[in-house]
């Protein structure tokens, strides 16, 4: 995460120290003596399947602007995991979802995140871009427009959906990435 310079408490300038009872540096304000702890971001999203297909949402904004991704993004204050998913799935694909079950969970420790996804039936096959993506689609899995996909883990979410389809299980998994960042980088450099 971000280095921190000044204590959100009192606005006293902050040292990075461990503090007493713990053990590993944080940021402690030099004044008030607040310990400011940093942790991970949870990201929550959703695998939105409608007769056969994959919902997925072009990227408006940035990072990554105009390259496809699941509903996804970071879970808010007062939210479950499964509230963000669904709350992330309207704001971005305009989608609504029955029959939701938790899916995967990546830790991400190189870019200090935490990936939860859940599945779920697209109630009606309706979906339309949000205020976040320029268009939305529904995919089969030779569509899917695998050069062009955001990141290393919706990669990875669509690939073992579509192989645990093919098996007709769809457990839970907790993992990293079976594609290196580097490798992943590689595969969706767009030709200049």
């Given at each position: 995460?971000?280095?921190?310079?000044?204590?959100?408490?009192?606005?006293?300038?902050?040292?990075?120290?461990?503090p007493p009872g713990d053990d590993r540096p944080r940021?402690?304000?030099?004044?008030?003596?607040?310990?400011?702890?940093?942790?991970?971001?949870?990201?929550?999203?959703?695998?939105?399947?409608?007769?056969?297909?994959?919902?997925?949402?072009?990227?408006?904004?940035?990072?990554?602007?105009?390259?496809?991704?699941?509903?996804?993004?970071?879970?808010?204050?007062?939210?479950?995991?499964?509230?963000?998913?669904?709350?992330?799935?309207?704001?971005?694909?305009?989608?609504?979802?029955?029959?939701?079950?938790?899916?995967?969970?990546?830790?991400?420790?190189?870019?200090?995140?935490?990936?939860?996804?859940?599945?779920?039936?697209?109630?009606?096959?309706?979906?339309?871009?949000?205020?976040?993506?320029?268009?939305?689609?529904?995919?089969?899995?030779?569509?899917?427009?695998?050069?062009?996909?955001?990141f290393p883990v919706m990669f990875d979410v669509l690939k073992g959906f579509f192989e645990?389809?093919?098996?007709?299980?769809?457990?839970?998994?907790?993992?990293?990435?079976?594609?290196?960042?580097?490798?992943?980088?590689?595969?969706?450099?767009?030709?200049?």
């Open positions: 995460m971000g280095g921190m310079n000044f204590c959100s408490n009192c606005g006293a300038a902050v040292e990075r120290r461990i940021y402690v304000c030099g004044s008030c003596e607040t310990i400011h702890y940093q942790n991970p971001l949870l990201v929550v999203g959703t695998v939105p399947t409608f007769a056969g297909k994959v919902l997925l949402c072009r990227r408006a904004i940035e990072p990554r602007l105009g390259y496809w991704t699941l509903p996804a993004g970071f879970m808010e204050n007062g939210e479950t995991l499964l509230a963000g998913a669904l709350r992330e799935s309207w704001e971005e694909a305009r989608a609504r979802l029955s029959g939701e079950a938790l899916y995967r969970l990546f830790d991400l420790p190189h870019v200090e995140q935490v990936y939860v996804f859940f599945r779920g039936h697209l109630i009606g096959g309706r979906h339309a871009p949000g205020p976040e993506s320029s268009e939305t689609a529904l995919f089969s899995e030779e569509e899917i427009p695998w050069n062009e996909l955001a645990d389809r093919r098996r007709g299980a769809f457990p839970v998994t907790v993992g990293g990435l079976g594609i290196s960042p580097a490798d992943f980088w590689q595969r969706t450099r767009r030709a200049e």
